[in-house]
């Protein structure tokens, strides 16, 4: 998955977020996609300074973070990946 690929990812799942949610979900989509933002040469400053709007990239960061602890449901994995 390129850096692009990975922005246009982060928009989809932002605007999907329940209201309320947006933070959460920014951190969700560092988790499950830590491993694709390693393999594309990617940072969480470079997703979010190109997501629409822009965002501090502390969320994504957070949750590439907490990737290495949490296990995400199926059902979400399977949504989004």
Do not use: S
Request: charged share 25%; with cysteine; aromatic share 8%.
């Amino acid at each position: 998955m390129t850096e692009a690929e990975l922005v246009a990812k982060f928009n989809q799942m932002r605007a999907a977020a329940p209201k309320g949610c947006k933070t959460a979900w920014e951190h969700l989509f560092g988790i499950l996609f830590d491993h694709d933002i390693t393999a594309a040469g990617a940072t969480a400053a470079g997703i979010a300074k190109r997501a629409e709007p822009p965002i501090a990239a502390v969320q994504i960061a957070d949750g590439r973070k907490l990737a290495h602890y949490v296990t995400v449901k199926p059902e979400i994995t399977k949504q989004w990946k």
